[in-house]
């Protein structure tokens, strides 16, 4: 009954932002970290950013400092905020929410950077 729901992909030239939203059909209880990760074409999905119950985040080297995730407990909605995109960002995007009882997963965004 549970789904996420992505929406903020797109095509951007170098340089540029995107902002990835996933919202939440339905709150979901026992929540242990929610956030995004990413799978070009021929590679595994990778982790990208996640934040935790308690808002402690985690990023991946090769986004720190240009990403930001966060949160929006009131919409059910999580975001991953985007900057100085780089060609070597283009993937597909999907939302995780862990759960204490199962993981849930969005349908993918597609990302694109030209260079």
């Known amino acids: 009954q549970v789904q996420l729901v992505e929406s903020g992909g797109g095509l951007v030239q170098a340089g540029g932002s995107l902002r990835l939203s996933c919202a939440a059909s339905?709150?979901?209880?026992?929540?242990?970290?929610m956030g995004w990760y990413r799978q070009a074409p021929g590679k595994q999905r990778e982790l990208v950013a996640a934040?935790?119950?308690?808002?402690?985040?985690n990023y991946a080297d090769s986004v720190k400092g240009r990403f930001t995730i966060s949160r929006d407990n009131f919409k059910n909605t999580v975001y991953l905020q985007m900057n100085n995109l780089k060609p070597e960002d283009t993937a597909v995007y999907y939302c995780?929410?862990?759960?204490?009882?199962?993981?849930?997963w969005g349908q993918g965004t597609q990302v694109s950077v030209s260079s």
């Open positions: 339905a709150s979901l209880s026992s929540i242990k970290a």
């Open positions: 995780n929410v862990e759960t204490s009882f199962r993981v849930y």
């Open positions: 934040i935790t119950g308690g808002a402690g985040t």
